[in-house]
């Protein structure tokens, strides 16, 4: 970390923000900082509060520079939100992007601990739902070992169930339906078929009913995606196809109703209609993101029994990530796709093979 992270030049717009202290924890010196900061293992890296010396943030293990800027962003953020005023306007938008920083950098107890201290202050609000989605979708992702674990998830959970119900809380339809899915991945998480199915259902007829308030194509289609996931979660697929066939006649330009019907086409079980759909989406799509037609047309062989054409769509699908440009390609994509297609008794182009 000290020869070839902290050295690194882009750290630099972080000076004047930070005041830099390395300890050695080994020394007995510092014993008594070592308590108080409560470490439990090295390297461990804090960003304290000037004010109160109080740990903003902590980082047990090494870090990548990416992570390092990680730490510093979250941190500098955690310590204004506790020098803000209670009634500061952007409290919650912050808390929101802190949350969310913390998450996508694993640090998932903290989470769960700001989500339920937050969640008491705001109660049954627009804010306290986004701490009740934050809270148990880390409570889910806890260690299973951790002996809080259900209980954190059933607290949650319920507050989610209660305010994703409650007509009374002002919620976009999008942020709603996510709540659906976070229950319903509490539900999967529980083992519980009977308890998710029962969620999905109820998720399916709000879709239906958000869809049915649309004044535009556009609104409508807004719901595609989730309708058709709804769909399959309640084992009736067949429900999506009248909704994308009118997608994909209000929207003839646009690759993502037909490649929504090739999915709903392939759970049916209808393979050569869910191909037809799947070529009509290949050539309207552009860009990282046809990667995804790539995956869903080679699950339609797989499907049908066609092992050979599934095998040249991921070679496909390998050479066209190969070709994307500085900016789009993913060398984890890459290899996750040389990794299915080995597993399908592929071997994949060479690196700088043609693409042609």
Same mark, same amino acid.
């Given at each position: 970390?000290?020869?070839?992270?902290?050295?690194?030049? +882009? %750290? /630099?717009?972080?000076?004047?923000?930070?005041?830099?202290?390395? *300890?050695?924890? !080994?020394?007995? @010196?510092?014993a008594a900082v070592v308590k108080r900061l409560k470490v439990s293992g090295l390297p461990t890296f804090f960003v304290l509060d000037p004010t109160t010396e109080r740990v903003a943030i902590r980082w047990l293990g090494?870090?990548?520079?990416?992570?390092v800027g990680t730490l510093l962003e979250s941190g500098l953020t955690a310590v204004q939100l506790a020098m803000a005023p209670a009634d500061w306007a952007q409290k919650d938008r912050v808390m929101d992007a802190y949350l969310n +920083? %913390? /998450?996508?950098?694993?640090?998932?107890?903290?989470?769960?601990? *700001?989500?339920? !201290?937050?969640? @008491?202050?705001?109660?049954r609000t627009t804010a306290g739902f986004s701490m009740a989605t934050f809270g148990l979708g880390d409570a889910l992702e806890l260690p299973k070992e951790n002996p809080k674990r259900?209980?954190?998830?059933?607290?949650?959970?319920k507050l989610v169930l209660a305010m994703v119900r409650d007509p009374g809380i002002t919620l976009a339809a999008d942020d709603r339906s996510g709540g659906y899915i976070q229950l319903m991945d509490a539900r999967d998480d529980a083992g519980d078929k009977e308890g998710k199915a029962k969620i999905a259902a109820e998720w399916s007829a709000f879709l239906?009913?958000?869809?049915?308030?649309?004044?535009?194509?556009?609104?409508?289609?807004?719901?595609?995606?989730h309708r058709l996931s709804a769909y399959i979660e309640i084992g009736h697929a067949e429900k999506a196809i009248p909704m994308l066939q009118q997608s994909e006649k209000d929207f003839p330009d646009d690759y993502n109703p037909p490649q929504r019907l090739a999915i709903a086409l392939h759970e049916l079980k209808r393979?050569?209609?869910?191909?037809a759909a799947?070529?009509?989406?290949?050539?309207?799509?552009?860009?990282?993101r046809k990667l995804r037609l790539f995956a869903t047309r080679t699950d339609?062989?797989?499907?049908?029994?066609?092992?050979?054409?599934?095998?040249?769509?991921?070679?496909?699908?390998?050479?066209?990530?190969?070709?994307?440009?500085?900016?789009?390609?993913s060398e984890t994509t890459i290899a996750s796709l040389q990794k299915r297609l080995t597993a399908l008794g592929g071997r994949g182009a060479p690196m700088g093979a043609s693409t042609k």
């Open positions: 970390m000290r020869a070839y992270v902290f050295t690194d030049a +882009s %750290l /630099s717009r972080h000076a004047g923000q930070f005041v830099w202290l390395a *300890l050695d924890f !080994e020394n007995s @010196r510092n090494g870090m990548t520079l990416p992570q +920083s %913390l /998450s996508n950098s694993d640090q998932h107890e903290k989470v769960v601990e *700001l989500a339920r !201290e937050r969640g @008491r202050q705001v109660g259900a209980e954190t998830i059933a607290d949650f959970e239906d009913g958000e869809a049915a308030k649309a004044k535009t194509p556009e609104q409508r289609a807004v719901f595609d995606p393979y050569d209609e869910a191909l799947s070529d009509r989406a290949m050539k309207k799509a552009y860009g990282p339609i062989y797989l499907g049908r029994g066609d092992s050979t054409s599934a095998r040249q769509t991921v070679d496909e699908a390998l050479r066209y990530a190969r070709a994307l440009p500085d900016g789009q390609r």
